[in-house]
């Protein structure tokens, strides 16, 4: 836990401090979840501390509950007389090809469509299995790929070392920071009780990694407005991932709406997303865009599988980079089992997530400082990367009696009232509370 711990405070720049993991029990894997939970955690509540310091003179300490941070990767809302909605689509998983195994993204209705042109329309899983079976791995990957759509093979963490992707995450470090030499001096509106009021956070990320950098910033006071296309709908995190936003819609290839989310960028403090490298880029919105309209900003940006290589401009979620990075493999073999055996939490994701909160405090500080915004850059594999070299995980199991006196707190949301767990980081003097409930995409005006 400490090797993870002192990584993370290297790649983000923040001093070498130790900061005390509370309770006890880790989520059982092959690699140690619980101990990534905890540091990437820690390092976003180490990083607020560092701006408090830096504007108050005082360093309040921070400690991390390893019960709640096992939770908090998993879920943290429990509702009450309702049921949140499946988390996967019918077919996406995990298929046996003719020479390996596969996994199959589609969750997104544009998503399975490309997988159905290459494989022909499933109406269960065993359809698609009869059809995946007739495939080698690598190629099915590919043509699912080609058709823009989402798919992984399964790799072993050796393989990964040998192939272009791998090398090149390989070479990319944890956060790759760059700063701008603008000056837009900013003066801190916040206060130790929330230290991010008065900064506005235009959200533009999707499912995991990037809502759970942002909800972690509205938890310290952060304006979050987060922006989705028309259609765009996630119904089985969206109760987990809004608490404490707005949620907007907007279409970037309408002129009007494009308009709209100019001038909602014009205003930001912090931009984060999560689209492929290329994505902003090809609606006009590249990173010099973004600045020249935005002097200043704090431009915080992840994608899958990296930043360099032949794939950083593919296609790729949590469970596509266990896949593809050696994880769900070392997982079978550690658990003996004769299929995939992926981590028991999407961890890559939450990890990445909360390393993109410190990273966007990290630059806010700076900028405070000095008046110069600045970038981040961020990936799942990268993450990936991080969790492998630290060594292996444990069989022990958490209880779910063990989450019973963690401090659940009733929250009224759209599809009824639920029991929210108490935040895992405590920053003395700084709690970390949200303003708004979870709400439904697409439920508030794009306006801050």
Same mark, same amino acid.
């Given at each position: 836990?400490?090797?993870? /711990?002192?990584? &993370?405070?290297?790649?983000?720049?923040?001093?070498?401090?130790?900061?005390?993991?509370?309770?006890?029990?880790?989520? =059982?894997?092959?690699?140690?979840?619980?101990?990534?939970?905890?540091?990437?955690?820690?390092?976003?509540?180490?990083? &607020?501390?560092?701006?408090?310091?830096?504007?108050?003179?005082? /360093?309040?300490?921070?400690?991390?509950?390893?019960?709640?941070?096992?939770?908090?990767?998993?879920?943290?809302?429990?509702?009450?007389?309702?049921?949140?909605?499946?988390?996967?689509?019918?077919?996406?998983?995990?298929?046996?090809?003719?020479?390996?195994?596969?996994?199959?993204?589609?969750?997104?209705?544009?998503?399975?469509?490309?997988?159905?042109?290459?494989?022909?329309? %499933?109406?269960?899983?065993?359809?698609?299995?009869?059809?995946?079976?007739?495939?080698?791995?690598?190629?099915?990957?590919?043509?699912?790929?080609?058709?823009?759509? %989402?798919?992984?093979?399964?790799?072993?963490?050796?393989?990964?070392?040998?192939?272009?992707?791998?090398?090149?995450?390989?070479?990319?470090?944890?956060?790759?920071?760059?700063?701008?030499?603008?000056?837009?001096?900013?003066?801190?509106?916040?206060?130790?009780?929330?230290?991010?009021?008065? *900064?506005?956070?235009?959200?533009?990320?999707?499912?995991?990694?990037?809502?759970?950098?942002?909800?972690?910033?509205?938890?310290?006071?952060?304006?979050?407005?987060?922006?989705?296309?028309? +259609?765009?709908? #996630?119904?089985?995190?969206? =109760?987990?991932?809004?608490?404490?936003?707005? %949620?907007?819609?907007?279409?970037?290839?309408?002129?009007?709406?494009?308009?709209?989310?100019?001038?909602?960028?014009?205003?930001?403090?912090?931009?984060?997303?999560?689209?492929?490298?290329?994505?902003?880029?090809?609606?006009?919105?590249?990173?010099?865009?973004?600045?020249?309209?935005?002097?200043? /900003? &704090?431009?915080?940006?992840?994608?899958?599988?990296?930043?360099?290589?032949?794939?950083?401009?593919?296609?790729?979620?949590?469970?596509?980079?266990?896949?593809?990075?050696?994880?769900?493999?070392?997982?079978?073999?550690?658990?003996?089992?004769?299929?995939?055996?992926?981590?028991?939490?999407?961890?890559?994701?939450?990890?990445?997530?909360?390393?993109?909160?410190?990273?966007?405090?990290?630059?806010?500080?700076?900028?405070?400082?000095?008046?110069?915004?600045?970038?981040?850059?961020?990936?799942?594999?990268?993450?990936?990367? /991080?969790?492998?070299?630290?060594?292996?995980?444990?069989?022990?199991?958490?209880?779910?009696?063990? #989450?019973?006196?963690?401090?659940?707190?009733? #929250?009224? +949301?759209?599809?009824?009232?639920?029991?929210?767990?108490?935040?895992?980081?405590?920053?003395?003097? +700084?709690? *970390?509370?949200?303003?708004?409930?979870?709400?439904?995409?697409?439920?508030?005006?794009?306006?801050?």
């Amino acid at each position: 836990m400490t090797d993870f /711990l002192t990584s &993370i405070q290297a790649a983000l720049g923040l001093p070498r401090t130790p900061i005390p993991f509370t309770a006890s029990g880790a989520l =059982p894997s092959a690699f140690a979840v619980t101990d990534l939970a905890c540091a990437s955690i820690a390092a976003a509540g180490q990083a &607020i501390s560092e701006l408090l310091n830096q504007q108050t003179g005082r /360093l309040p300490k921070v400690e991390v509950d390893r019960r709640l941070a096992s939770f908090w990767f998993a879920t943290s809302i429990r509702p009450i007389g309702w049921q949140l909605p499946p988390l996967w689509d019918p077919v996406a998983g995990d298929y046996a090809t003719q020479d390996g195994w596969i996994r199959l993204h589609t969750n997104a209705p544009h998503h399975r469509a490309a997988a159905e042109s290459v494989l022909g329309a %499933c109406t269960d899983r065993a359809a698609m299995a009869a059809k995946v079976a007739q495939w080698a791995s690598k190629d099915l990957e590919q043509a699912v790929v080609d058709a823009k759509g %989402c798919a992984a093979e399964m790799r072993s963490w050796a393989q990964w070392q040998q192939h272009p992707q791998g090398l090149a995450v390989n070479a990319e470090p944890l956060v790759q920071f760059t700063q701008e030499q603008d000056e837009n001096p900013q003066t801190w509106q916040g206060s130790v009780t929330r230290p991010l009021a008065g *900064i506005k956070v235009l959200d533009l990320t999707r499912v995991l990694a990037g809502p759970t950098a942002s909800r972690f910033l509205a938890g310290l006071g952060a304006n979050v407005l987060r922006i989705d296309p028309p +259609t765009w709908n #996630e119904p089985g995190v969206v =109760p987990e991932v809004t608490l404490g936003k707005r %949620c907007a819609r907007l279409d970037l290839h309408d002129p009007t709406d494009r308009s709209v989310f100019e001038n909602l960028l014009k205003d930001a403090d912090i931009l984060l997303h999560g689209y492929r490298a290329d994505a902003l880029e090809q609606l006009g919105f590249a990173a010099e865009r973004r600045r020249q309209l935005a002097p200043g /900003l &704090i431009d915080v940006c992840l994608n899958a599988y990296g930043w360099s290589g032949p794939w950083q401009n593919r296609r790729g979620f949590d469970s596509l980079v266990q896949m593809s990075s050696g994880i769900a493999e070392a997982g079978q073999r550690w658990k003996q089992a004769d299929q995939p055996t992926p981590l028991p939490v999407q961890a890559l994701d939450h990890a990445t997530g909360y390393l993109m909160a410190a990273s966007a405090i990290r630059l806010l500080t700076e900028r405070l400082k000095t008046g110069s915004g600045g970038s981040a850059r961020l990936s799942l594999a990268r993450t990936a990367k /991080l969790l492998i070299e630290h060594g292996p995980g444990t069989s022990e199991a958490l209880r779910a009696e063990d #989450e019973q006196d963690q401090g659940l707190q009733v #929250e009224r +949301t759209p599809w009824g009232p639920a029991h929210r767990l108490q935040a895992p980081l405590q920053i003395s003097g +700084t709690p *970390i509370q949200w303003a708004l409930p979870a709400t439904e995409l697409g439920s508030h005006l794009p306006q801050w």
